[in-house]
């Protein structure tokens, strides 16, 4: 399945660092996207990335894309402590998979203050 | 505002009553789904909708239904609950199947 892997599952830093986490998928996809969640809330689109892109910017955030390896990395620089949640990679299927979104099990991030 | 919109929020039943969950969007999305999740599992597509009329499975359909007949209402149907349908739910929409989605508050169900 096209399936989104996070890593690592858990993440903890300091306020001020910068926190990657790593999402690998099987399949081909049409575009890949990347999602917050606080605790029991509904999740917050952060980024998409199409798979004909390899880097893509949004203030903080900068989320890189190599369909050789099928992979994506997000990077939130400079993280606050209001940065806590989990986070979701999310590959879009292309082909007859249009219409499936798969989320990964997510990487907590807490920010220390 | 723009906002997709679950009712209700908290909902405790009883194995085998029918029930519905509400999904409503006003942003003129063409693409609606939903969701469960479970602690482990996740979060899981359970069906979604590309247009008025058409509905599609996602990966766990089984004991849920789905209607769209118009375009900003994407009801999930539990006809005969059990407790494995006990879980956090969430409704989404999108403008098409290439965009980001939008996320519902989520709806806690509980079935004893």
């Known amino acids: 399945s096209q399936q989104g892997e996070e890593d690592p599952q858990a993440l903890s830093i300091q306020e001020g660092e910068n926190a990657t986490m790593n999402c690998s998928y099987k399949?081909?996809?049409?575009?890949l996207q990347w999602y917050r969640q606080n605790s029991g809330r509904g999740l917050v689109h952060l980024i998409l990335?199409?798979?004909?892109?390899r880097e893509k910017h949004s203030g903080r955030l900068r989320v890189t894309l190599d369909t050789s390896k099928k992979s994506s990395s997000l990077l939130i620089t400079a993280s606050r402590a209001a940065d806590t949640a989990s986070y979701f990679c999310?590959?879009?299927?292309?082909?007859?998979?249009?219409?499936?979104?798969?989320f990964g099990q997510g990487t907590t991030l807490q920010v220390k203050p | 505002e723009a906002q997709v919109t679950q009712n209700p929020r908290y909902l405790i039943t009883v194995t085998g009553k029918k029930l519905t969950v509400t999904c409503s969007q006003n942003m003129n999305h063409e693409y609606m789904s939903w969701y469960r999740q479970d602690p482990g599992l996740g979060l899981r597509q359970i069906y979604y909708?590309?247009?008025?009329?058409?509905?599609d499975k996602g990966d766990v359909p089984e004991g849920y239904k789905v209607s769209r007949k118009e375009k900003r209402n994407f009801p999930l149907i539990l006809e005969s609950p059990s407790p494995n349908q006990t879980s956090l739910y969430f409704c989404?929409?999108?403008?098409?199947?290439?965009?980001?989605?939008?996320f519902g508050p989520g709806t806690r169900l509980t079935v004893l």
């Open positions: 989404a929409s999108s403008f098409d199947w290439t965009s980001g989605e939008f």
């Open positions: 990335i199409r798979s004909n892109e």
């Open positions: 999310a590959p879009r299927g292309g082909g007859g998979n249009t219409g499936k979104l798969i």
């Open positions: 399949t081909s996809i049409n575009n």
């Open positions: 909708s590309m247009n008025v009329e058409v509905t």
